[in-house]
Each structure stands twice: as C-alpha cells, then as structure tokens.
C-alpha cells in the first residue's frame, strides 16, 4: 500500500475518466451525475495528495518510487495540486455552458479527466518516456476538446490547426529527446543531468538536441515563434476548453520542461539560459502587441496568456532557485486568476454567442458584482498591486535583477506597461458604455459562482499576504 | 557515433544493391512492352477504374480500433512470456490494462462504431 499511495491522485482520476466515459452510454440525458463524477473524482485526487504533502517537501521524497523513473517529492505534489485545482475550476464554471450548446457532457469530462491524468503523470515522471506518454496523453485529448462542438466549422478549424501543429511538434520533441537519449544513454533526467553537456563554442548534437527540445516545448506552452496556433484554437474552441488550454497543458509543459532543463541538462545551463531568455522577451513582447488590436475577448485572452507565458519563461532564463520559485508563484497566481476571469467569460459566452468586446458594453451596470471581479482579475493580470499577479511580477523582475539580468527586468516592466491598454479596453466597455438593449442578461450559475470567488480569494488574499504560497515555493525549489 | 556508422553503412549498401541489381536487370532483360503487360497487377482480374478511389471513413475507424488492440497484443506477448517474473502484481497490471481498453470497445461498441453504415 505504501507504493499505491505514490500513484493514488494518477488512479483516482483514471477511474473517474473511465466511469463517466462508460456512465455516459447510458445515461445520457443526465448529465449532472457526470459532472458530479468527475468533479468528485478531482476533489478526490486533491485529497489523495494530503498524505504525501503532510510529509514535507523532504519526508514526501524520502520514498522515492523506483528512483529515478517516478518521484512524489514536492515538486511533484505542488504541480499535482494545481493541475488538480485548475481542471477543478474549469469543471465548476462549465455546466451551464455544456447544457446550453448542447455539447457531448460525457465526453468532455472523460477527456478533460484524461488530460488530467497526462498532466499529473508528466509532474511525477523523471523519465523521458513517461514524460512524453504524459504529454501525449494532454495533446491528443486537446485536439478532440477543442473540436467538441461540431456544429460549429470554427470549433472544427480549431481542432485541425492544433492537432497539426501539435502533431509536428511533438515529433520534433520525440526527435530531440532521441538525441539527448543517444548521447547520453539515459532515460532518466538524473542520468541524463549526470553526463549531458554542451561543449563550449560549438553547437553540435548536443546543442542541436536542447534546440530541437526548445522548439517542441515552445508549441506546448505557446511560446513565440511556436504560438501560431494559438489564437484560432483559443478563439475557435467551446469557451470551457479555451480556458482548460490557457492554463492546464501550458503549465504542465512548464513543469515537464522545468524538471527536464533543471534536473536534466545543468551542465548545459549557459547554453539554455540565453536562448530562453530571447523566447522569454519575444513572447512578452509579441504577445502583447498582438493583444493590442483584438476585438474578440477570446483571442484577446490567448494573445494575453501567450505574454503570460514569457514571464514565466524569464523565471526559468534566470535560472536561479530565486527564479524557479518565482514562476512556480507567476504560475499559481495566474492559473486561479485566469480562469476564474474565463469562468466569467463563459458564463458572458452562454447568452451571447459571439465574445466581441461590445457583448461585455454596460456589464458593470447589469451585474456590478461580476464586472467588479472580472477588474480585479485584469488588474492581477497586469500586476497591479495589491493582487497576487503584482507580486508574481516582482518576485520575477526581484530573480532577474539578483542575476544580472537588468535588460529582462526592464523588458518586463515595460511589457507590464504595454498590456494595461487592452485590458482596459475591456473594463471601459463594462463600466462606461451602456448595456445594449437587444443583449439578453447574464445569468450567474453557482458553478461559476464558486469559481469567481475562489479566483478573488487568490487574487486579493496572495496580493495581501504572498507567505503561504511563496513559502510552498521555497520549499519546492530547495527540495528540487 | 560507431554504431550509427554501422546502422549508415548498411542503408547506403542496400541502397547499392538495389540499384546494382536493377541497373543489371535492365541490361540483360530483353524489353517487350505491350499493354496487357503494363496494366497494374491485380492479382489476374481486369484493372477497373482509377487507382486513386474515395474510400468510405468507415474504414479509418475500423483501423483504428485494430490498431489499438494489435498493440494490446504486442504487450501481452511479453508479458505472457515474463509472466513469471512479473508474478501476481503484473499480472492485476494486465488485467488493468485490458480492462482499460475492454472500457474503449465498450465505448465504440455502444456508439454504433462497429455497425456497418
């Protein structure tokens, strides 16, 4: 039993996923009690971590399941906890959504299960094998996500778009994963961080290697020039898998790519760390600017989570604990706050069809409440303080500074500046314009409810007092 | 990288011999053409139509789900033959990983997947 505890959150969502996939032959007119299923099978994963996380980051890695092919330490458990949480979030705020577009319950749940499964199989693996069937096991269940609901041709452009581009970057990545599997002669990140460098000067197999496994990331966690899929399968995909796709799969490629360059190649870090530190700008940068011209909420938001994912990948130029604790907090922070600004989204999206930013015109006067919290997550969002997305930004632009990084500081800074117009874009169509007397009223489920409340509890309540979290971080990181 | 030279040398001398074999083949076969002789092969029937035909998706289906179990099957082989080793551990393991592919037959089977259309 000892050795089942270290695989109890993989097979408590497992069952959850095949029970609703089979529940859903014959009950499909009752799509409550799948929902019910698999959010049950979510909260149960979570609890199955509590045994592990009671240990401490330290006493959770002291029974390490076959070494180096799986660990459970706190990184591990981390990463668990907040795929579990966002997948959780996503459920919550859906239900309405799926009965109004009349999409497939059962199979959306089943396969956002799964996606569930590959995320928190790619947090526990030290294995270029595992780490890999995990990320195909998130991919291939995007692709059908995003292409759930099939009476709409952009939903069926948006899966299409993803699964080519997601199909050809994985085989780059299988290609670079070969390679450092061929120089090497190791599987695991350990054996691999043992021999693996980049010899100076030249750039070689080995370099050749880290390029191709940069490449292959990039289209998984959106980075740019990887991120041309982005805004078609963001804005194309049924509102609940946009907002799974902006915060799951792109934190657990952030996790897989943190364990595999941190643990696995570094010896090779001055070769990475300048490369990175480019993406990381490019991303920012591009990100942003693209977001300054968009009229749809939707691509809005996937331009906005494409410059997300360049803060997080300064952290992890920077290189240093500092850093990696610093995105592990830019991570949390921005998964509640994002989705629980999507919840909003959704439930915006369930009456009116289009997400256009006139569909938000006079929200503020309908509903005051939901307006005022979708501001404050914006407001997180641009890192303005007292929210946690504030303090997510300083711990970063704090790591990048304590290495030298001067250029990447400034760079974030000013990209901060840059993404407060298109978010305020937003927030004047709610406050300032007038509801549209044709646009039928919002209502509010209680799904989405929860979800807008847990997301102010992080955004405000990290913003007021970021020890908790950032002390989870800490510890973490010393532990990795 | 020796190995990899091996692995090298063998592509590029296959590729020789095939060429090899084929430059000689052209040179002593005598050449006679006539049109029964260079219609495709169909096994003795009469060529019909075009070979470039749409084929029903049914047939990718159907693919599929061969797939899927012809790999069941390479793992069930070598689990059979280690079965001993694994012991009753493995063997609960198998009975998971059927049961988790029986849930997809299941699946396809209840959405009509295996009724010819």
């Known amino acids: ?480 | 990288m020796s190995e990899y030279l091996e692995v090298g040398l063998f592509l590029v001398a296959s590729a020789l011999f095939y060429a090899v074999t084929m430059f000689m083949a052209s040179l002593v076969s005598p050449h006679a053409p006539t049109a029964a002789k260079q219609s495709p092969y169909e096994c003795g029937e009469q060529p019909v139509g075009e070979a470039q035909v749409r084929f029903g998706p049914n047939y990718y289906i159907i693919a599929l789900i061969f797939v899927l179990f012809d790999v069941e099957a390479i793992f069930l082989f070598p689990w059979a033959a280690a079965l001993r080793e694994v012991g009753m551990a493995g063997f609960i393991e198998m009975l998971v990983f059927i049961g988790v592919l029986l849930v997809g037959l299941v699946y396809a089977w209840r959405k009509k997947v295996l009724s010819w259309i």
């Not at chain 1, 699964?163 to 670079?176: C, E, M, Q, T």
């Open chain 1, 1 to 480: 039993m000892a050795v089942a505890l270290h695989f109890l959150p993989e097979l408590i969502v497992l069952a959850a996923a095949l029970l609703v996939a089979l529940l859903d032959l014959w009950l499909e007119r009752s799509r409550q009690v799948l929902h019910w299923i698999a959010l049950a099978g979510i909260a149960l994963g979570l609890a199955s971590l509590a045994p592990l996380a009671l240990r401490g980051p330290a006493g959770a890695e002291a029974l390490p399941v076959w070494a180096e092919l799986w660990r459970t330490d706190g990184f591990a458990l981390f990463f668990k906890a907040l795929f579990l949480v966002s997948t959780g979030l996503v459920l919550l705020a859906d239900r309405r959504f799926v009965e109004e577009r009349r999409l497939p319950a059962g199979e959306l749940y089943a396969m956002l299960l799964f996606a569930t499964l590959g995320m928190i199989m790619m947090a526990s693996s030290h294995n270029l094998m595992v780490i890999y069937i995990g990320l195909e096991l998130v991919g291939i269940t995007g692709y059908a996500l995003s292409g759930l609901d099939k009476s709409d041709p952009r939903s069926s452009e948006a899966a299409l778009k993803y699964f080519l581009l997601g199909a050809v970057s994985s085989s780059i990545l299988l290609f670079g994963l070969s390679l450092v599997y061929g120089l090497t002669g190791s599987l695991t990140l350990e054996g691999i961080g043992r021999v693996f460098t980049v010899p100076e000067g030249g750039v070689g197999l080995a370099g050749m290697a880290v390029l191709l496994l940069l490449v292959g990331f990039g289209f998984k966690i959106a980075a740019v020039p990887f991120h041309m899929w982005v805004p078609d399968t963001y804005q194309g995909s049924p509102t609940p898998v946009t907002a799974f796709l902006s915060v799951g799969p792109k934190a657990a490629g952030f996790a897989a790519l943190l364990s595999l360059f941190v643990t696995g190649l570094p010896q090779a870090t001055s070769f990475w760390r300048p490369l990175l530190a480019g993406v990381a700008v490019l991303t920012m940068t591009l990100g942003n600017l693209a977001a300054l011209s968009q009229t749809n909420l939707k691509r809005l938001m996937g331009y906005s989570s494409i410059s997300h994912t360049g803060y997080v990948l300064a952290g992890l130029a920077v290189a240093t604990p500092y850093g990696f604790r610093a995105m592990l907090f830019y991570l949390a922070a921005y998964a509640f706050v994002n989705l629980a600004a999507f919840a909003i989204i959704i439930a915006v999206g369930t009456q009116r069809q289009a997400h256009e930013l006139a569909d938000y015109r006079g929200l503020g006067q309908q509903n005051t409440f939901m307006a005022v919290a979708l501001t404050i997550f914006f407001l997180s969002l641009i890192g303005i303080p007292p929210t946690a997305g504030f303090f997510g930004k300083l711990y970063l632009f704090g790591a990048a500074i304590e290495q030298g990084y001067v250029g990447l500081a400034l760079v974030m800074v000013l990209n901060g500046v840059l993404s407060v117009p298109y978010y305020y874009a937003v927030i004047k169509e709610m406050f300032m314009g007038s509801p549209e007397p044709s646009a039928p009223p919002v209502t509010w489920p209680w799904g989405v409810e929860a979800a807008v409340i847990a997301g102010l509890v992080v955004a405000l309540g990290l913003g007021l007092g970021s020890d908790p979290l950032l002390r989870a971080a800490t510890a973490v990181v010393n532990a990795l």
